[in-house]
């Protein structure tokens, strides 16, 4: 587990070298625990290239292992559907239902990753960000959790999508302002509403 950590922490991070500690971890019939897998997929947060399929790929191999995949996991994992180029949304979208079907409750960190991406899409998902802000709200986590500027890019992208939704950008808006946000006036002038 300590080599595996290293490994993951390395700069650049040496997942090859991770995923065959944890291969030989296997065959010497060691079980892996959750937090061995939660760094090797840090490291494939931190790899320079995403490689969804082999993160995915450890999220099975838990399972199969009889390792329950917590909160950290499904971060890691989302993280890394929505680094790749284009980012996969739909996937990471997936895993945020299934992490949700398990009875873990997904953070302000799962919601942000999420909403940037959909902010990141190729046309930008207005309507999943938004969704994701409600599904948020609806989970009682505090709109102030979520950082001024992941709020402002998805006003903005409320405003530049075409056709414009400036009635949710207005509704954004005015709950950034409720969640006593509103003061950051420099930020707010960036919208050009």
């Not at 944890?22 to 947060?45: H, K, S």
């Not at 001024?148 to 400036?166: D, E, G, H, K």
């Not at 808006?173 to 420099?186: E, T």
């Amino acid at each position: 587990n300590s080599l595996i950590k290293v490994c993951a922490h390395h700069k650049p991070p040496r997942v090859d070298d991770a995923m065959g500690l944890l291969q030989r971890m296997e065959e010497c019939g060691i079980v892996p625990i959750v937090t061995t897998f939660n760094d090797l997929l840090g490291a494939f947060v931190s790899d320079k290239l995403p490689r969804v399929s082999e993160a995915l790929g450890l999220l099975q191999r838990m399972e199969e292992c009889g390792v329950a995949p917590d909160v950290t996991t499904f971060n890691s994992l989302i993280n890394v559907c929505t680094s790749d180029t284009p980012p996969r949304v739909d996937a990471a979208m997936a895993l945020l239902q299934r992490m949700t079907e398990r009875g873990l409750a997904p953070n302000v960190a799962t919601f942000t990753t999420l909403i940037k991406a959909c902010a990141r899409n190729k046309p930008p998902r207005v309507e999943d960000a938004i969704g994701l802000v409600q599904h948020m709200q609806a989970l009682e986590i505090p709109l102030t959790q979520i950082s001024l500027r992941t709020f402002s890019t998805l006003i903005r992208f409320c405003v530049n999508t075409t056709p414009a939704r400036t009635d949710d950008a207005a509704r954004l808006l005015k709950q950034l302002q409720d969640a006593g946000l509103g003061h950051h006036q420099s930020s707010l002038n960036d919208l050009r509403l």
